[in-house]
């Protein structure tokens, strides 16, 4: 499956992934999702915010046990960073038929649709509309940089786009939903565990800066007689840095677009996107605060106006903590060792649909804690150590009698 995956949507240069949501990379991979379901004889269904789903059982027995992750990437993204948590999701299937697993509820295995965000700007399109948390006319406003709306891309896809909307009677089959991903930073490594549960997702958001200013000609134009946005967004930067580190915080400028982008042009706009996130909301406020009142500031300093625009916001997540509990359980039964419960600063589907319904995550050590990144890495043996994580955690939930002796 790894092999199979692995050249799909990969840039030459980077070795970085580029599977953004409906793009043609993205459909090789839903293609690739869609072969793995019927090769092993499961019920494929695509509902109507384009995530795919496969079934062992019937959805409709309610009370399911789910698993799965997301194969969109970030620009120049790492492998593992969704795809890891469908490929475990598989092998796990298979790991438990070999076990001779007898299920007792209905097995899903679901690929959400954009999870990243990267083409769209709001992560975790998918588990938003279905959860409800995303309307269908605020998705239908969704625009990439190229002013391809989201309805556009998802029809030239071959997905309607009329049928975007809440899927209560979805949510309310499945009685959990248990994400594997790899970690995204070094808490593993350090504790020397190939294998953690997440305890809480830290509140995050993403929030648009548009600097305008003017135009004019970069040779001949007087220092003095110039509004450069590009002097006002530079010194946002570096206040968000000074705010995250006096938080405790994070916040990153790490998309940008400047019009008419020339190199011997002042522009007339800088556009920068600031993700930010902190342990509390409290703390993520202020330090979005003081960024926006720092920013506000130096615009002034410099004639140019600012917008400020919040385009997605996710709340702090706990995840349930009976869930939680009980895959803890499972694997200490495995391995007779207490399994690290971690929080994380990254965003997951988990997160979005733990609102509606019992959620968990796995993750899988990660020995750099780069991601979002060629760079991202997991080794096999963790990986392997993954699936077996999850096919416990699995035949715990959704199996009679563990079927190993
Ligand atoms: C998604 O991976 C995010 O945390 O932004
Ligand atoms: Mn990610
Ligand atoms: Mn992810």
């Not at 588990?127 to 989201?150: E, F």
């Not at 134009?221 to 006002?232: K, S």
């Not at 359980?329 to 589907?349: E, K, N, Q, S």
Request: hydrophobic share 40%.
């Amino acid at each position: 499956m790894w092999a199979e995956l692995l050249p799909v949507g990969r840039g030459s240069a980077s070795g970085g992934y580029r599977r953004y949501a409906w793009t043609a990379a993205d459909g090789e991979c839903r293609a690739w999702f869609e072969e793995q379901a019927k090769a092993r004889a499961l019920d494929y269904e695509v509902d109507r915010n384009g995530n795919q789903w496969a079934w062992l059982g019937d959805p409709a027995a309610g009370d399911a046990v789910v698993t799965g992750s997301h194969l969109d990437s970030v620009p120049d993204g790492g492998a593992f960073d969704g795809p890891l948590g469908v490929v475990s999701a598989f092998a796990a299937l298979d790991e438990l038929r070999g076990r001779g697993a007898r299920f007792t509820r209905p097995l899903g295995i679901v690929n959400f649709g954009d999870e990243e965000g990267a083409r769209f700007g709001l992560a975790c399109v998918g588990s938003r509309l279905t959860a409800g948390t995303l309307t269908p006319d605020q998705a239908h406003r969704l625009t990439d940089g190229d002013g391809v709306t989201l309805p556009r891309a998802m029809e030239a896809a071959g997905y309607d786009p009329d049928a975007l909307g809440p899927d209560p009677e979805r949510l309310a089959r499945i009685g959990a939903f248990v994400e594997l991903h790899v970690e995204q930073g070094r808490a593993l490594d350090l504790s020397g565990d190939r294998i953690g549960v997440a305890s809480a997702i830290r509140p995050h958001g993403r929030w648009r800066f548009d600097f305008r200013g003017e135009a004019n000609h970069a040779g001949t134009t007087r220092l003095a007689d110039r509004r450069d946005p590009m002097l006002p967004y530079a010194e946002t930067v570096l206040a968000a840095r000074r705010e995250a580190a006096l938080a405790g915080a994070v916040a990153t400028f790490g998309k940008i677009a400047v019009e008419p982008n020339g190199v011997n042009a002042v522009p007339s706009l800088v556009r920068g996107w600031l993700d930010s996130r902190a342990v509390d909301q409290e703390s993520l406020d202020s330090v979005v605060g003081a960024v926006e009142s720092a920013a506000r500031e130096y615009a002034a300093a410099h004639g140019v106006d600012l917008d400020v625009v919040r385009e997605s916001f996710t709340p702090v997540v706990e995840f349930d903590h009976v869930l939680r509990d009980e895959l803890a359980r499972i694997l200490g039964t495995d391995t007779g060792l207490t399994v690290p419960v971690l929080g994380t600063g990254a965003g997951h589907d988990a997160g979005i649909l733990s609102g509606s319904i019992p959620t968990a995550m796995l993750f899988v050590r990660n020995p750099t804690g780069v991601s979002h990144s060629p760079a991202e890495f997991a080794a096999e043996d963790d990986c392997v150590a993954g699936v077996r994580a999850l096919a416990d955690v699995l035949e715990g939930l959704a199996c009679k009698e563990p079927a190993r002796g």
